[in-house]
């Protein structure tokens, strides 16, 4: 009997470590080194290791990138709908018509502004890439397309690049 008690006493000592532990676990929040899959396909390919001012260049560069996002749907857009979808309940064709026209140019503009954002950023990166001597070998292990894809992935744009997903970069398989 007294080893019965014994052993409940240490299971649930030993259950109530382990619930401290986990729950502690799960507290802790760990920041996520944004150029991590970049390093691993460095290392892939044998290439030299960034530097710590490489570093510091590329996740200025991802930081600055993601900031100009914007957080919210354009005001613009969100209006023209709403009148476009009035127009139609309305049944007036040309006020439709007329909202359609100023949802597709805004929304040409925006995609214009982040296709331009979205170059800038990429050649920013190649640029710091091949100063290092990291590009070459990357190109060489992986072919341009994945390593453009791996690029884009920095600024959470499309998906894993070298050994962490697809590879292709592109949402849908294609250039945006």
Not at 105 to 122: C, P, Y
């Amino acid at each position: 009997m007294k080893k019965q008690v014994r052993w409940i006493g240490t299971s649930m000592m030993l259950l109530f470590v382990m619930t401290v532990s986990l729950s502690t676990a799960f507290g802790q929040t760990t920041q996520r080194d944004p150029l991590a899959q970049l390093k691993r396909a460095i290392t892939q390919a044998s290439a030299p290791t960034l530097t710590s001012t490489q570093e510091t260049a590329l996740t200025t560069l991802i930081t600055a990138y993601k900031d100009a996002q914007p957080d919210e749907p354009d005001a613009t857009i969100e209006a023209a709908r709403e009148a476009y979808d009035a127009a139609i309940l309305a049944g007036k064709l040309a006020d439709a018509q007329a909202q359609a026209t100023i949802i597709a140019t805004q929304s040409a503009s925006l995609a214009k502004a982040r296709l331009d954002a979205q170059a800038k950023f990429d050649i920013d990166v190649l640029t710091i890439l091949s100063n290092g001597g990291q590009l070459a070998s990357l190109n060489t292990k992986f072919g341009a397309d994945r390593v453009l894809g791996l690029v884009e992935s920095l600024a959470g744009q499309g998906g894993g690049g070298p050994g962490g997903g697809p590879g292709g970069g592109h949402p849908g398989g294609g250039r945006p």
